[in-house]
């Protein structure tokens, strides 16, 4: 029965093994302990924080835990204390069963550092357990002639105790016959015996009752009872005998269930039914049962079970031989189990990341792991490996850790995961390993930055592309992942001829395509010159750039431009003269144009289009020279008119035209009398004025043509009077020096002149110049007489040099002639000027000196207003016959 213990006793020991628990063993660098066994939860072991060295706030900032494998946790880290406690009750019985010292090791890991620590605690044995006996009550059957000193093994009595608090003693209650005995044995279940004092006599007394009492050491002692019946029995000589005390037997754990260990062999000398003996096992346990069967009849022993040598490694059998009377041996079977490579190596990881930056230097701690086999020898060592070719190596830590640590700088992009498989492999034969795959990320980070297939990019667009419109898409690859790949892109700060590239172009920031904000013109420029920046989103971020060319190839949108000639304001058309003598090829003048555009859109090509006489000019096709394609006849009009086209070599091609007007004339009468001033378009604006205005112009005309009769009439009246005068007179001698003041007045129009007249409104190489005959400075000289011009002296003067009289007359006509003629002159010459738009009143006064500007003016105006007024009328009444007569 259990025996109470005083509590001051049991907690001056619980505290006696607290103060030694603090005390700690320097070997190897190893953490020891020593605490006794059933400490409630949370007990107090060890200043863990202090040992490490660490304060108590620095377990939970580096991540100090505990690691083990294999059983339940049984202690635990107080991080706010730093100490090492209990996590629940232990017993040290259940934990170590009978071995003499109780080891419990684990390890402390320092996660930041990837440090391991050994720790040992040894849990120290306290007597809460009593002695038990296998069964409360035995019989015993003993012959009557058993001779004395014979000793009868009792039942099993087993202490889960150790030490001093396992079992100690027997003790038997009071009798005459037997006493107890128990063989020498430290630990483990003890057998005792009865033995026998005195000889039995079963007539006197046939049943014998005993109590036996079993006692441990502890302090309190601790004890419990039995109860044994003894029954005398008649006389049987001889008892069973083993050939041997103690069988001993190795047999591998891989035995198959049913294969014969060995066999125990017992004789009996008696003979008949004293002869006959059975087996059986005593003390038998509940593990040896399931895994040893034993013939009872011939004492083979077999296995009912799998053997583990990693369950258990030794097996102790107590073999009974017992004839029918009762007489028995007993024997020792001892079984060993030999361990055989059964058992593949494990490997746990421990701790570590699955994931590291490819920025981290070589030697970096990634993963801790251990190994383990449950083998035992050369089976359970293990080795660890992995590729050669993974920039990874294996650093050996202690109790079979491994580090995972990086050998190499790694590189995301070109390697994103590594699959590295550890191998851990024992020593057996044939030996046997186990493969765990370690799945490693690498996480990236921003060292790419984003890069262009090409340096440089050239963009062909055509001008007068719709503003809007994309014109390129550029790609930039980051080789980095997530917001490090990420890529933007802009176009560099940049001007063109003053203004910002933004206004020109414009990129999608997320796909690179480029934009034309403009409709550009190939005229104003033809290329642009940009870079285009592509940045990624890192942290901090990283950027690229290209240039592009982009080049505006030309359109055929511009018509030819006309240089020469260039059409007056007025709308009236330009003026080119062909001498009538001119000979097939004559240049009678050239066209110029050129065209904005370039390549074949410029390429001109010039043509006559419309001749008002076809066949007599000619358009050279490249040159634009207009020649005369015959020689001019008399019957080709004098004013010839012809529409010159000028066409480039687009697609579609574009043209423009020119009219020119040719006046055919070898002199200036000529060109007076047939060319007059061309239409001006009529505007329906101004057609009431215009009307005004013809009957104005037509009314001073016919004042000037009066004014022009009555001075004929006058001069002819006056010249009618000269002739009387002639009659009458009586020779020159007689004639006052006044009367020959008109000959120093024609002397002052005979000086030699010469007119130069252009014809053309623009024209700067159809030039003509017409020569006037030179006069002599007097009237009668004989050079004069063989000139051919008959317009100043009649012929007949010269052959009457010696008539004053009609020197007299002739000299009255001949200035009046040259009068008129000269102020005909003067009035062609503003005719002409005003007919083709080059009138300069400085240059007409130069010329005609003699007349007034102003009376010029006013008659060159008047004529030129009468010719018109009658050309109007005259084409006016045409149009309106021609209409009555249809």
Known sequence: MAVLQSPWHYSGLILLFILLGTLREARAGQIHYSIPEELDKGSFVGNIARDLGLEPQELAERGVRIVSRGRMQLFALSLRSGSLVTAGRIDREELCAQRARCLVNFNILVEDKLNLFPVEVEIVDINDNAPRFLREELEVKIIENAALSSRFPLMEVYDPDVGVNSLQGFKLSENSHFSVEMPGKADGPKYPELVLERALDREEQAIHRLVLTATDGGDPARSSVAR?????????????????????????????????????????????????????????????????????????????????????????????????????????????????????????????????????????????????????????????????????????????YYRLVTSTVLDREQVSTYNITVTATDKGMPPLSTEMLISLNVADINDNPPAFPHTSYSVYIPENNPRGASIFSVTAHDPDSRENAQVTYSLAEDTIQGVPLSSYISINSDTGILYALHSFDYEQFRDLQLRVIASDSGDPPLSSNVSLSIFVLDQNDNTPEILYPILPTDGSTGVELAPRSAEPGYLVTKVVAVDRDSGQNAWLSYRLL?????????????????????????????????????????????????????????????????????????????????????????????????????????????????????????????????HFVGVDGVRAFLQTYSHEVSLTADSRGSHVIFPQPNYADTLISQESCGKSEPLLIPEDFCKEQDSALKFSGFSSFAVNYIVLRRFFFCISRGLLNLSFLKFHPQNLNKVCPEFPLTFLLLASSLCHGLLSSCFLLFFYYVAHLRFFVL
């Not at 022009?708 to 006052?736: C, K």
């Open 228 to 400: 044994i019946l003894v029954t005398v029995l008649d006389a049987n000589d001889n008892a069973p005998v083993f050939t041997q005390p103690v069988y001993r037997v190795n047999v591998p754990e891989n035995l198959p269930v049913g294969t014969p260990v060995l066999s125990v062999n017992a004789t009996d000398q008696d003979e008949g039914a004293h002869a006959e003996v059975t087996y059986s096992v005593v003390r038998i346990t509940e593990k040896i049962s399931k895994t040893f069967c034993l013939n009872v009849l011939t004492g083979e022993i077999s296995t009912s079970a799998v053997l583990d040598y990693e369950d258990t490694s030794f097996y102790e059998l107590d073999i009974e031989a017992r004839d029918r009377p009762g007489l028995q041996d007993r024997a020792k079977v001892l079984i060993t189990i030999l361990d055989v490579n059964d058992n593949v190596p494990e490997v746990a990881v421990t701790s570590g990341s699955r994931s590291v930056a490819e920025s981290t230097p070589p030697g970096t701690v990634i993963i801790l792991f251990q190994v383990y086999d449950r083998d035992s020898g050369l089976n359970g060592l293990v080795t660890c490996s992995i590729s050669r070719s993974l920039p990874f190596e294996l650093e050996k830590s202690v109790d079979n």
């Open 610 to 738: 419309k001749a008002s006489e076809p066949g007599l000019f000619v358009v050279g096709l490249h040159t634009g020279e207009v020649r005369t394609a015959r020689a001019l006849l008399d019957r080709d009009a004098l004013k010839q008119s012809l529409v010159v086209a000028v066409q480039d070599h687009g697609q579609p091609p574009l043209s423009a035209t020119v009219t020119l007007t040719v006046a055919v004339a070898d002199s200036i009468p000529d060109v007076l009398a047939d060319l007059g001033r061309p239409e001006v378009p009529h505007d329906s604006d101004a057609s009431g004025l215009t009307l005004y205005l013809v009957v104005a112009v037509a009314a001073v005309s016919c004042v000037f043509l009066a004014f022009v009769i009555v001075l004929l009439a006058l001069r002819l009246r006056h010249w009618h009077l000269s002739r009387l005068l002639q009659t009458s007179g009586s020779g020159l001698a007689g004639v006052p020096a006044s």
